[in-house]
């Protein structure tokens, strides 16, 4: 026999000392019963952690909030007509009460009355070119156009 039983009889230490007993021999008693005790009660089950996230907890889309497009950009302010850019129209007045309270000439009145034009409304809708078209000659194109940028709201 290579191994004698586990049993107080045969322990050739005495029991009622632990002093007595080799480092040896208690170290194998020591696994002996933890490993004993290991196979009979299993070990714990790991932890389980439950965590509620957010809907959008990375950004994305969240069905309660409705998502808006984005704000268009300003608008371009460009030029309209005879109104310069970053100006818009002013006043709305009849065309005789324009050329009078501005100093334009006699003719300037007769060539936008020949034309039907009626008020400062067409301001807006009138280029360069047309005024050409209808017979102004460049310095009553250059007074009319003074006289609309001072009647004009200016806009930051």
């Known amino acids: 026999m290579q191994k004698p039983p586990n049993i107080n009889i045969f322990d050739a230490v005495s029991t009622h000392t632990m002093a007595e007993r080799s480092p040896l021999l208690q170290a194998r008693i020591n696994a002996a019963t933890l490993k004993d005790k290991t196979a009979i009660i299993p070990p714990p089950p790991a932890p389980i952690f439950n965590v509620v996230l957010p809907n959008n907890i990375f950004g994305a889309y969240n069905p309660l909030i409705p998502l808006l497009p984005p704000p268009a950009p300003p608008a371009a302010i ?78 930051k």
């Open 78 to 155: 460009t030029s309209c007509g005879l109104i310069p850019p970053s100006y818009k129209a002013g006043e709305k007045l009849d065309i005789a009460t324009f050329c009078a309270i501005y100093e334009l000439s006699e003719a300037i009145l007769e060539r936008l009355k020949d034309n039907a034009y009626t008020g400062t409304q067409a301001f807006a809708h009138m280029e360069p070119a047309e005024l050409r078209e209808m017979g102004f000659k460049p310095g009553e194109i250059v007074d009319l156009k003074e006289a609309v940028k001072a009647w004009a709201v200016y806009v």
